[in-house]
């Protein structure tokens, strides 16, 4: 999340001990949170005060990995500027007294349309890392999508969490090695994969340099090479620049949907479908790979208007608020998913700051839905948009 004027306004705004940093937190690149566990989040009311929280709490190299963008991470205010700029409209005097936030995914029923996004290294912000990220979103009934660089074990994910898990895939060189952690990641019950398609290598991650980004010694992520890990976490060259191909080698196998992450383009859209995805997320990566691309919420119309409904359409990017998700369902997705915020709610109170951070925005689309007098999920259109 680029720190806006917003951001830094609700910070301000928030009591000394919630801001107050632990004695034995410093801000070298392999410190992680290791006091006071059980923090009291109590004063922090919406996403910006979490990320205060979290800020304060953890080390100056965790807090970049999660801030931080491309280059002059001007894609990063755009997925944020996009959705202020956007506005609603409401109808009145509708029945709003019982709400529907339900949405079926490849036949997973979810409570609420918002996820949790793929995210590196959890470890770096906690020290339970992707057990805490997992414990967390179980409790506040949310899906979890893993990162193929989670710093846990999948296995030890699954013990810790009997909620939903998807699971985010790079495909590699070593095509045996890719089908063996698809199947081991199906064997402990994730029940999609996401491939991103985004990503043939890096982007230029400035202020993420500037930090010094590194894992610490005793952090290590298991689907990552053992070159990658001496580059500093950072995509490893085995990494196969992707093509159409091998989107249709995986359908061939894989038993499970398979969704597209990183789309931008319509022409790619339709590219998806035909490949035989089972869904499509709409994402720029979070303004971290090429930087000034458009707002995810800037393309998302037009995708939409491709797709047709044909697949789920998923997207991601600045979300912040649960107007930002009933804006997001106009404009033709089927859910969201939010990646940073639940790292700061990682970093400001563990799992349960993870917890916090879903219940928030899942109390917030509720509370926008009745007051834009949208009682159900199909019901929100592009009517509900100026």
């Known amino acids: 999340m680029l720190i806006s004027t917003s951001s830094l306004v609700a910070g301000s705004l928030l009591p000394e001990k919630l801001?107050?940093?632990?004695?034995?937190?410093?801000?070298?690149a392999a410190s992680i949170l290791t006091a006071d566990p059980s923090p009291d989040l109590s004063q922090a009311v919406n996403l910006y005060d979490i990320e205060?929280?979290?800020?304060?709490?953890?080390?100056?190299?965790?807090?970049?990995?999660?801030?931080?963008?491309?280059?002059?991470?001007?894609?990063?205010?755009?997925?944020?500027?996009?959705?202020?700029?956007?506005?609603?409209?409401?109808?009145?005097?509708?029945?709003?007294?019982?709400?529907?936030?339900?949405?079926?995914?490849?036949?997973?029923?979810?409570?609420?349309?918002?996820?949790?996004?793929?995210?590196?290294?959890?470890?770096?912000?906690?020290?339970?890392?992707?057990?805490?990220?997992?414990?967390?979103?179980?409790?506040?009934?949310?899906?979890?999508?893993?990162?193929?660089?989670?710093?846990?074990p999948i296995e030890e994910i699954r013990e810790s969490s009997d909620g939903p898990l998807w699971f985010q895939l790079y495909i590699w060189d070593d095509r045996e090695k890719t089908k063996e952690l698809i199947f081991k990641v199906i064997e402990n019950g994730v029940t999609a994969i996401c491939v991103t398609v985004d990503t043939p290598i890096n982007g230029s991650r400035d202020r993420q340099i500037k930090s010094k980004f590194a894992l610490p010694s005793d952090v290590h992520a298991p689907y990552l090479s053992d070159r990658a890990m001496a580059r500093g976490g950072k995509i490893p060259q085995t990494l196969k620049p992707l093509t159409w191909k091998d989107i249709e080698w995986l359908k061939s196998f894989t038993k499970v949907p398979v969704v597209l992450k990183g789309i931008l383009n319509p022409d790619d859209a339709e590219l998806a479908i035909q490949s035989g995805a089972s869904g499509i997320i709409v994402s720029n990566h979070g303004g971290r790979n090429l930087d000034t691309l458009p707002a995810t919420a800037e393309v998302m119309p037009f995708i939409a208007d491709k797709v047709k409904g044909r697949v789920p359409l998923l997207m991601d990017g600045g979300i912040r608020r649960g107007t930002d998700v009933v804006k997001a369902l106009a404009m033709g997705a089927n859910a969201v998913l939010v990646g940073r915020p639940p790292c700061y709610g990682l970093g400001a109170g563990g799992a349960d700051g993870v917890t916090k951070v879903m219940n928030m925005l899942r109390n917030e689309l509720e509370i926008a839905m009745r007051l834009c007098g949208k009682p159900t999920l199909k019901s929100i259109d592009r009517s509900v948009l100026f």
Do not use: C
């Not at 339900?102 to 349309?113: T, W």
């Not at 959890?122 to 992707?130: A, K, S, V």
């Open 19 to 28: 801001l107050a940093k632990p004695e034995s937190i410093n801000d070298t």
């Open 52 to 152: 205060q929280l979290a800020k304060a709490r953890i080390g100056k190299m965790a807090y970049d990995f999660i801030d931080s963008g491309a280059a002059d991470e001007i894609t990063v205010k755009w997925n944020r500027e996009s959705f202020d700029k956007i506005r609603l409209k409401p109808r009145v005097l509708t029945d709003v007294s019982k709400l529907d936030t339900s949405v079926d995914l490849f036949g997973e029923k979810l409570p609420y349309p918002i996820l949790i996004a793929p995210s590196a290294y959890h470890r770096i912000i906690h020290p339970d890392g992707e057990i805490a990220t997992a414990k967390g979103a179980r409790a506040a009934q949310a899906l979890y999508v893993v990162s193929s660089n989670t710093t846990t």
